[in-house]
């Protein structure tokens, strides 16, 4: 069995800064404490983006102060409010598809992991131009019969949140058009940006997103699936919720892909049921 962590949006400001109230170093410190506890025999840790909330190689080293005691690989990816060049400065192994853009492979016993970048500087909503699109294609197609796994930002489709559809991946033409010829050996794709616990499948694609470490989204639903329509609203507030965090364990065997979510703000707490 493949066991390994999925983390997001930890939006670090600098040291003893609040965001929304809350402090994003103090609660990823309590989430890495968590995860040496409770799952520190996880394969790796893979965090989906917004590690920064304003970017800045400061931020990033912070991070690493904070990641420094986890004992197994991370993977970091981009969101929107990361620099790549910022990142790259701090994290020297970066993933790198050659392009610029980073984007990598990971492969495991349970097939290959492929990690996008769906950012484009100055800009909130995703994008996955056909450069990156060209890498992913031919990622997929060395992957033989293999199966995969993606790993992103930003969504290429609606959530039902009128504040995260207009930011999600707007033309996801390119994206669609390289993975389409694979679309059956996807097992899973997971991703960020939502900052909130979701999962479902997109035309069969089985997906799950999570909270992020230090604030959330309200769950304020518009009463359709559409990011046109999204985009059409005069109001573009972005409601915030101060629910509790979590992180997610992922669990992968030939059959089944199991994601947990793990609150780690309750500490090791239990009790007999
Ligand atoms: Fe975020």
């Known amino acids: 069995m493949l066991k390994f962590i999925h983390i997001t949006d930890t939006h670090l400001v600098g040291r003893n800064e609040a965001l929304y109230g809350t402090d994003p170093s103090w609660r990823l410190k309590a989430c890495v404490e968590d995860i040496r506890a409770a799952h520190a025999d996880a394969a790796f840790c893979i965090i989906t983006g917004d590690l920064a909330d304003r970017g800045g190689k400061a931020t990033y080293e912070i991070m690493k102060e904070i990641l420094a005691p986890l004992p197994m690989p991370v993977h970091l990816m981009v969101g929107n409010h990361d620099s790549r060049e910022d990142l790259r400065a701090v994290f020297k192994g970066a993933f790198d598809d050659g392009n610029g853009f980073v984007q990598g492979k990971l492969e495991t016993a349970q097939g290959v992991f492929l990690m996008l970048d769906t950012i484009e500087p100055f800009r909130h909503e995703g994008v996955f131009c056909e450069r990156r699109a060209a890498w992913l294609a031919q990622a997929l197609a060395e992957s033989g019969q293999k199966p995969v796994y993606l790993c992103q930002h930003h969504p290429p489709f609606p959530v039902g949140i009128a504040g995260d559809d207009r930011l999600s991946i707007l033309d ?28 479902g499948s997109w035309r069969g694609m089985p997906f799950s997103t999570l909270f992020g470490t230090n604030h959330q989204t309200a769950l304020e639903l518009t009463p359709y699936l559409s990011v046109e329509k999204a985009l059409a609203e005069p109001d573009d507030t972005v409601w915030g919720s101060p629910e509790a965090p979590h992180y997610g364990v992922v669990l992968i065997t030939e059959e089944l892909v199991v994601v947990h979510q793990r609150s780690f703000l309750t500490g090791p707490q239990r009790f007999k049921l």
């Open 172 to 199: 996801s033409k390119p994206f669609v058009d390289a993975v389409t010829p694979h679309w059956n050996r996807i097992r899973h794709m997971f991703f960020g940006h939502i900052h909130r616990p979701i999962s």
